[in-house]
C-alpha cells in the first residue's frame, strides 16, 4: 500500500510522491527492508524488489525522498569533501552541500523516522515500533538497508556510520572524483557495519556511470 509523506506530517508537501509499504500477513522475521531508489525515480518503479523483500518476511518501506540530483554528476569538483556534503545533506538534512538543498524534514532519516512513527501509530498491533530504539532513532540493528544507483549510495552512507544488519546496494556506489581520480572521502574511510554484511549489485555495461568507477569505488 501507499502512504503520502503529509499523512505523516502535515508539513510536507501534498504533491509529493507516496511512500511504497508492504507486509507479508503470513510470515515475519522482525526485519525492515528500508529502499531507496535511483536519481527521479518514484517508488512505483521499484514494486517488484519491495515485493521480493516481503516475501522473504520482510517489512518493507520503499522510501520516497528528494533524489533529483544524482551522485555521478559531482565527479569533476575539485572539493576533496563534495560527495561527504552531498550524502549527509540528502541523508540527514545537514546544510552542507552547494549541489543539493535538503532540510531535515525531507532527509531520508527523518522520513523514515516519521512514516515509522505513522505505521506504529495506524496498525498498532503490527510493531512497527520495533525498528525504533526511541521515538527519534531507528533500530538499525533491525533494518537491511538498500537502493539502486543514487540510493545504493546513501544506503551504503547510512551503513558506514551506523552498524547496519546489511546494506544491498544495486549499481552504486557512483561517488567517484574524476578530478582527484580516486573514489569519495567517506568510502575510503572505516565503517561501521561489518563489511561481510555489505552486498552489491554491479553490471559491466553500466549506462550511467563506468564499471571500473564502481569497481574503484568498493576497494
Not at 177 to 189: I, V
Request: aromatic fraction near 14%.
Amino acid at each position: 500500500f501507499y502512504v503520502k509523506p503529509i499523512l505523516t506530517d502535515i508539513n510536507y508537501a501534498p504533491i509529493q510522491d507516496s511512500n511504497l509499504v508492504v507486509r507479508n500477513t503470513t510470515s515475519h522475521i522482525n526485519k525492515l527492508f528500508l529502499f531507496l531508489g535511483g536519481t527521479g525515480s518514484n517508488t512505483k518503479q521499484y514494486q517488484t524488489i519491495s515485493n521480493f523483500a516481503g516475501n522473504l518476511g520482510y517489512d518493507v518501506i520503499n522510501l520516497s525522498y528528494p533524489n533529483t540530483v544524482a551522485a555521478a554528476s559531482l565527479g569533476s569538483s575539485s572539493d576533496s569533501m563534495v560527495f561527504n556534503k552531498y550524502r549527509q545533506e540528502v541523508c540527514y538534512g545537514t546544510p552542507l552541500s552547494i549541489d543539493v538543498t535538503v532540510d531535515s524534514l525531507n532527509s531520508i532519516y527523518i522520513r523514515t523516522v516519521k512514516l515509522l512513527t505513522y505505521l506504529n501509530a495506524t496498525y498498532p498491533t503490527q510493531n512497527w515500533n520495533q525498528y525504533l530504539t526511541n521515538p527519534t532513532t531507528l533500530n538499525w540493528s533491525k533494518i537491511a538497508v538498500g537502493g539502486h544507483s543514487q540510493g545504493g549510495g546513501h544506503a551504503c552512507y547510512f551503513a558506514k556510520f551506523n552498524d547496519a544488519e546489511r546494506v544491498l546496494m544495486f549499481s552504486s556506489p557512483n561517488d567517484y572524483s574524476s578530478y582527484f581520480s580516486n573514489s569519495a572521502n567517506w568510502l575510503r574511510t572505516s565503517g561501521v557495519t561489518p563489511m561481510n554484511n555489505h552486498y552489491t549489485y554491479l553490471s559491466a555495461l553500466d549506462e550511467i556511470v563506468p564499471f571500473s568507477n564502481q569497481l574503484t569505488n568498493l576497494h
